[in-house]
């Protein structure tokens, strides 16, 4: 089955000029990028995003940090793609992520918090949906 993963490239890696090397990670893997976007997300789009992180510990900065700077947005598509997406970010924080993944390949030592991970990836096909909505709309759905 086709797949679709909203993926973001965080203000970490962007400043550090990442993009071309996080983008060519997906596209060896035969990964098709279908839409893609730099911004700067505001603080209500970064609310919607993360809704469900709301009253965690975690919850401000990670607010603080994805709207801190540019970000890049991107669809990604392919079969079954969204746990193979899952795997090639790496873990959710950076510490644990493996060498061979993005955040385990391109992480800074020492690793200055766990929000700045430099790359989000949809969990889930709902959760997809839900955050390629909000960040390009219905139409890719």
């Known amino acids: 089955m086709i797949q679709k993963s909203l993926i973001i490239i965080k203000p970490d890696a962007v400043h550090r000029g990442l993009i071309g090397k996080i983008l060519n990670r997906f596209e060896e893997k035969n990964l098709n990028i279908r839409a893609l976007k730099m911004l700067k997300i505001t603080h209500e789009l970064a609310e919607n995003h993360y809704i469900e992180h709301k009253g965690k510990e975690f919850y401000e900065g990670l607010i603080k940090f994805i709207t801190s700077g540019n970000s890049v947005a991107l669809i990604i598509e392919g079969e079954n793609s969204i746990?193979?997406?899952?795997?090639?970010?790496?873990?959710?924080?950076?510490?644990?992520?493996?060498?061979?993944?993005?955040?385990?390949?391109?992480?800074?030592?020492?690793?200055?918090?766990?929000?700045?991970?430099?790359?989000?990836?949809?969990d889930s096909p709902e959760s997809a949906k839900r955050e390629i909505s909000l960040f390009f709309g219905e139409k890719y759905f």
């Open 83 to 122: 746990p193979y997406i899952r795997e090639l970010v790496g873990a959710t924080i950076p510490k644990e992520a493996k060498k061979g993944t993005i955040r385990g390949d391109f992480r800074e030592e020492p690793v200055k918090s766990v929000t700045e991970n430099m790359v989000h990836a949809s």
